[in-house]
């Protein structure tokens, strides 16, 4: 029987690093935010309704979304978020899905759902067991402002936008703290493998 993880997070809290310890070692990943940006494309549904509520102000002139811009205006505005949420987040479940059950269907051990918004999207029944990368609020920030050269507000208002940290951490099955080094964040990984393949 396949076991479905559950990996979150918060935004820079090195959720990446794990995923990616997963994929290195033959466990295959779906990575919602990946979806996330296929499904945004030119010419895909969601794409088309983004336009539709948001306006011709956020594209690039190659027609792509520009990310900061549509950024600096959900992470601002709390409806404007739940807007392109209700939107995205419909066909995102649809291809995750999908993926999944082809997944099973090859009856792979392990399959790790990937999901930076799985509590906020309340789709923890997705999953057997969660799985939350934790690092503390002061390393995320400063993790987040360097990785995606943003402001300490801009940053502040990504963070604040996902439920804490601390909270997924309390909501997890189990909790990998990505306080240290890379070495010990690979060790607790290698010991969760270890449990369940």
């Given amino acids: 029987m396949t076991r479905i993880i559950g990996l979150t997070g918060g935004i820079a809290t090195g959720k990446s690093t794990v995923s990616n310890f997963f994929k290195k070692n033959g466990i295959p990943v779906i990575d919602a935010d990946g979806i996330a940006k296929e499904v945004v494309e030119p010419n895909q549904e969601a794409y088309r309704q983004i336009i539709s509520a948001f306006g011709t102000s956020i594209l690039q002139q190659n027609g792509q979304l520009d990310r900061r811009k549509l950024g600096n205006i959900v992470f601002t505005n709390e409806n404007k978020r739940q807007q392109l949420n209700s939107i995205v ?6 291809v ?5 059950d082809q997944l099973i269907n090859e009856e792979h051990p ?6 930076p918004l799985l509590f906020e999207s309340q789709l923890e029944n997705l999953v057997d067991l969660v799985v939350v990368v934790y690092s503390h609020a002061e390393v995320q920030l400063e993790r987040l402002m360097h990785r995606n050269q943003l402001t300490k507000e801009e940053a502040s208002n990504r ?19 990505n306080n240290g080094s890379i070495a010990d964040t690979q060790k607790q990984c290698r010991e969760l493998l270890d449990k369940f393949v």
């Fill in 89 to 94: 987040h419909p066909q995102v479940k649809k």
């Fill in 96 to 100: 995750m899905l999908a993926r999944r």
């Fill in 110 to 115: 392990v399959i790790v759902l990937d999901i």
């Fill in 159 to 177: 963070i604040q936008s996902q439920l804490p940290i601390t909270q997924k951490a309390k909501a997890a099955n189990i909790v990998i703290d």
